[in-house]
Structures are given as structure tokens and as C-alpha cells.
């Protein structure tokens, strides 16, 4: 089970074999999940890691969005006497996309990164190769148990985020602008749809991203040089491999789901 | 050992309860759990002519109440009938047996609805029952073409001639589209074939028998009524002694405007370049920029 970093001649060759043995390390984690039960409590922790101390970031950062789309959204309908509308259209832009997008990125600089030094730092020190000679499997110890904490945490996290920035928007609109209350209720309610918007924009959207998110920040963990400056760069690799992927996920999964 | 982990426990159950509760907060509050939500319902058949932008699951309301939705909508065999099936919620049972079925539209561009009109019958109908009253979908083109005076004008006419007319562009012009003088509807176009030879659009102008003495340089043109009404062909009679006759064709023709020419000369100040830009996918402002 010793993940070294794949290589390549080239930038090109380089890319690809990160994308292959990220592939091949999303493999090892599944198969790794039955052997993971036996560490739930590790999983729990790692539950309360990434997700409950992501808590306070992805809330306040919810409400701030809400308050400016709000603000923005305003100023822009107003033009066309269209205030009324603002409410449903902060509700839709954050369900099928702020939501899950904006929660998955901070969710990458706040736990994506702490993930990959941590276990960076494990691989430097030779704490992995430790596992190994005591008979612990460390991709079920270390690895599986983050990879489900994030999966379970993303879509909770982002729901956090959506309600946050519907209080933000409703703050802003209902409390400073002075659209009517039940006006924006009622056409929030009106357009959002459970299925499309809820199910397939918020949990369906920000499950592939907690996914992505986690597995990039494991895989690249693992696959450490095991340096302080590997570490290094393995963190700022998390941060640049996650965005990318989160958006071109994104698109991609939003040319499928609408 | 115990005292951090269970600490964690109790730290990660929160978060957990934290996010259903928002999930559930989503779910509830700010959207419409009554779309998704199907109580026991049951099925009446409706057979409507035009079904315009209907779709399945849209609503039906009895006075703007929602009582249901549109289960199916199928074409019925054989027919040029639209066979719609509407599930109504079973607490609004006693829907009278002669209402009328309708499609509305919600406001000017909003989605369309089936609305149920109560009769004054004792019976109900029964699940399952069909609605025999019901009334299409009203298209916005032929209320606008009423609204301009142009519909109905075919029915009364007692004989017609046919006169064709060629036109490099035809716009929207659809077989129906009324033919006017001075404004008034004296014909219909009787249909529009592109023409495989000149490689331009052969238009049959079907004219009214008491109209034989427009003159044979008349010129036909295609205008819109209004902004976003619909196309009409208009005849601007000219100063030949002699009359047009049927079969005879117009000479001098004036194409539709497009809006989109029309928007792009504005955009341009009239630069011929905005075609050649448009094909490229250029914004076509920027001629205008350079100039």
C-alpha cells in the first residue's frame, strides 16, 4: 500500500498520470470502506473535523452571500420595477450554484488543506510506514475515514451555507429594502421545486463535490514527497487541483442535471 | 480518553442535527413541497383541440386554487386531438359534470394551467370520467390577430383570385396571414413555397373577388402589426391602367423585416460589415468602435 507520486516526463505525461493514480487511489479508497467500519470512531472525529469546525466559516460566509446577491439583485430589478422577484432569484442562484460551489471551495481551503498537511506531515515523519509495520491498514485508517467525513459533511455543510444565505437575502431585502415579507416568501416558494432545485442543485451537487474535494486532498497526502517543502506544495496542489475540478464539475454536472 | 471523543460525538451530532435541520428548513420553507407532494388522487380525461405550452405536472385550478396536476398528455390516435389526463386531489370530489375545462396562461408569459370552470349539473363526474366541455389553449398570435382585425377574414369571402408575389424573405409569414389594402383584410395568404428555380419564397396571395381592380404594378410588402404581432401582407396599389388578374404575378416586392437586421444597422449605424460580423460570432459593436 505504499502511494508514491506518480510520474511523468512531462507537464502533459505529468497531469496524466496524477489524474490516473487519482483514479486508481479512488479505487483503494472504496475497497477500502468495508475495512473502515472498525475505525468508525476515527470517522466520527474526522466527522467533527471537517465538518463541525467548517461550521462557523460556512455560515458566515452563507450570510454574506445572501446580503450582496441580495443588494445586487435589488438595485439591478428595481430598473424594471422587478424587486419582487429578487427573493426567488437569491433562492435559485444559491441552490443550483452559489451553494454548492462556494461551499465546496472554502470547504477545499478550509478542510482540503488541513487534510493534506496532516497527512503529509504523517508520510514525512514515517508515521504511515509505522501503520504498516503494526499491521494497520492506513488507507482504512487514515485515508477512508476523511474521504466519508467529507462526503457526509459537503452536503450538510452546503444546507447550512443555502439556509444561511436565505436569511442573509431575507435580512437584506425584507429588513433594509423593504420588500414585502410574504411577496418574497411566496414566490420563493412559488419557483423552487424540491426535486430539481433541492435534491439534484444542493445534496446531489455538493455529494459529487465533498467527494472530489476529499479525494483530491487524500491523494495528495499520500503521495507527499516526504519534504517539508513537499508538504507545501502538496497543500497549495489540494487548494488549485480541488477548484479546478470543482468547477469543471460543476458545469458538467449541471449540463446533465438541468 | 473517553471524555475528548465523546465530546467529539456530541460536537459532530450537533453539526449533523444542524444540517438535516437546515436541509429540512430548505425543503419546507422556501420551496413549494405541494408540487412534489401527491395525495390520493384521481384521473378525469379532458380532450382539448389545442393544448398550446401545457406541460405534464402543471397545475390544475378550480378559481385559482390548486386541486391537482396534469397527469399525461397524449395525442389521441387517429385524431388531431390532444387527450389530457388530470389528476385531481380525492377531496375535491364533487366536480359538476358540465364544467368547463380550460388552459390558461399565468399572467402574459407565465406557465400554462388547466382551470376547471363549475357547471350547474347535480351530477359529478366520476374517476375516470371524462369532462366533455373544455377550451383550447388561446394562442397569443391568433388573439393578436384578432386584436388587429385580421382574423376570420377567409370565412366571408365569396370568391377568391390567386395572384403569387416573390419574396427574397418572408419572416414569420405563415399560410392564413391576412392581405390588406389601405389597412383593411382583403384576402389570405393561400400558401408560401420556396421556389427551387430563383431560390427565393413564392407566396399565393388568395384576393377577394370584389377587389379586381388593383392595378398589375401594385407592390406587395410584408409588415408586422406592431411590434410583436403577427405578419400580414400589405398592397400598395399602384398606377397601371390595367388590373391584376388570377394567376398574374407581382412584380415589385418588398421582403419582411427582420428584427434582428433592424437591431443590428442600429447597432452599426447601417455599417454593411454586420452580417459578415454576426456569421463570425463577433460582437457586432465593434465595427462601430473602429469607425
Given at each position: 500500500m505504499n502511494q508514491r507520486r506518480p510520474q511523468g516526463r512531462n507537464v502533459v505525461t505529468q497531469s496524466l498520470a496524477q489524474i490516473g493514480g487519482c483514479g486508481l487511489f479512488l479505487l483503494t479508497l472504496l475497497a477500502a470502506i468495508p475495512r473502515s467500519f472498525r475505525y468508525l470512531r476515527e470517522t466520527i472525529r474526522q466527522l467533527w473535523f471537517v465538518g463541525a469546525m467548517s461550521l462557523t466559516i460556512i455560515m458566515v460566509c452563507g450570510l454574506f452571500v445572501g446580503m450582496v446577491l441580495m443588494l445586487q439583485l435589488y438595485h439591478v430589478l428595481s430598473i424594471f420595477g422587478g424587486t419582487s422577484a429578487s427573493g426567488m432569484?437569491?433562492?435559485?442562484?444559491?441552490?443550483?450554484?452559489?451553494?454548492?460551489?462556494?461551499?465546496?471551495?472554502?470547504?477545499?481551503?478550509?478542510?482540503?488543506?488541513?487534510?493534506?498537511?496532516?497527512?503529509?506531515?504523517?508520510?514525512?515523519?514515517?508515521?504511515?510506514?509505522?501503520?504498516?509495520?503494526?499491521?494497520?491498514?492506513?488507507?482504512?485508517?487514515?485515508?477512508?475515514?476523511?474521504?466519508?467525513?467529507?462526503?457526509?459533511?459537503?452536503?450538510?455543510?452546503?444546507?447550512?451555507?443555502?439556509?444561511?444565505?436565505i436569511f442573509g437575502g431575507h435580512l437584506v431585502g425584507v429588513t433594509w429594502l423593504g420588500i414585502d415579507n410574504g411577496t418574497f416568501w411566496s414566490n420563493m416558494t412559488a419557483v423552487v421545486d424540491v426535486h430539481t432545485d433541492i435534491v439534484n442543485g444542493v445534496l446531489f451537487k455538493s455529494l459529487a463535490f465533498g467527494a472530489v474535494v476529499t479525494l483530491i486532498a487524500v491523494y495528495q497526502g499520500f503521495t507527499t514527497p516526504p519534504t517539508s517543502e513537499g508538504v507545501a506544495y502538496a497543500t497549495t496542489r489540494t487548494v488549485v487541483a480541488s477548484s479546478i475540478a470543482i468547477l469543471a464539475l460543476d458545469f458538467v454536472l449541471t449540463a446533465f442535471l438541468m | 480518553m473517553s471524555q475528548p471523543r465523546s465530546s467529539y460525538a456530541i460536537g459532530t451530532g450537533l453539526f449533523i442535527v444542524l444540517g438535516f435541520a437546515a436541509l429540512a428548513y430548505l425543503a419546507t420553507q422556501t420551496s413549494s413541497v405541494a408540487n412534489v407532494h401527491q395525495g390520493a388522487s384521481y384521473i378525469i380525461d379532458t380532450h382539448f383541440a389545442n393544448i398550446g405550452q401545457l406541460k405534464e405536472r402543471a397545475p390544475v385550478k378550480i378559481a385559482g386554487v390548486r386541486v391537482g396536476q396534469v397527469r399525461s398528455i397524449t395525442l389521441e390516435p387517429g385524431q388531431e386531438v390532444a387527450d389530457v389526463k388530470l389528476a385531481i386531489e380525492k377531496s375535491y370530489d364533487?366536480?359538476?359534470?358540465?364544467?368547463?375545462?380550460?388552459?390558461?396562461?399565468?399572467?402574459?408569459l407565465g406557465d400554462q394551467y388547466v382551470g376547471i370552470q363549475y357547471g350547474s349539473s347535480k351530477k359529478v363526474v366520476a374517476p375516470g370520467g371524462t369532462l366533455a366541455l373544455t377550451k383550447p389553449a388561446q394562442q397569443l398570435e391568433e388573439m393578436l390577430g384578432k386584436f388587429f382585425g385580421a382574423g376570420g377574414v377567409a370565412d366571408n369571402l365569396g370568391g377568391t383570385y390567386a395572384v403569387t408575389a416573390n419574396f427574397t424573405n418572408i419572416g414569420a409569414l405563415t399560410v392564413g396571414a391576412p392581405v390588406k389594402m389601405a389597412g383593411v383584410p382583403i384576402g389570405s395568404v393561400q400558401s408560401v413555397v420556396a421556389d427551387p428555380v430563383k431560390l427565393d419564397a413564392k407566396v399565393t396571395l388568395a384576393i377577394d373577388k370584389r377587389y379586381n381592380q388593383i392595378p398589375d404594378d401594385s407592390a406587395a410588402a410584408i409588415f408586422t402589426s406592431g411590434l410583436i404581432g403577427t405578419q400580414y401582407v400589405a398592397i400598395q396599389p399602384g398606377g397601371s391602367p390595367t388590373a391584376l388578374k388570377n394567376g398574374d404575378e407581382m412584380i415589385l416586392t418588398q421582403s419582411a423585416m427582420q428584427l434582428e437586421d433592424l437591431i443590428g444597422k442600429f447597432l452599426v449605424n447601417g455599417s454593411p460589415s454586420?452580417?459578415?460580423?454576426?456569421?463570425?460570432?463577433?460582437?457586432?459593436?465593434?465595427?462601430?468602435?473602429?469607425?
Open positions: 432569484v437569491v433562492a435559485l442562484s444559491v441552490y443550483r450554484e452559489l451553494g454548492p460551489v462556494v461551499t465546496a471551495l472554502l470547504f477545499a481551503g478550509r478542510a482540503g488543506t488541513s487534510i493534506t498537511a496532516e497527512i503529509g506531515l504523517m508520510r514525512a515523519t514515517d508515521q504511515i510506514d509505522a501503520m504498516e509495520m503494526m499491521a494497520v491498514d492506513p488507507i482504512a485508517y487514515v485515508a477512508t475515514p476523511r474521504f466519508l467525513a467529507g462526503v457526509i459533511a459537503m452536503p450538510l455543510l452546503c444546507c447550512v451555507f443555502c439556509a444561511m444565505a | 364533487r366536480i359538476p359534470l358540465d364544467s368547463v375545462a380550460t388552459i390558461y396562461t399565468s399572467g402574459l454586420d452580417k459578415k460580423d454576426a456569421g463570425n460570432g463577433k460582437p457586432s459593436a465593434s465595427p462601430a468602435g473602429k469607425q
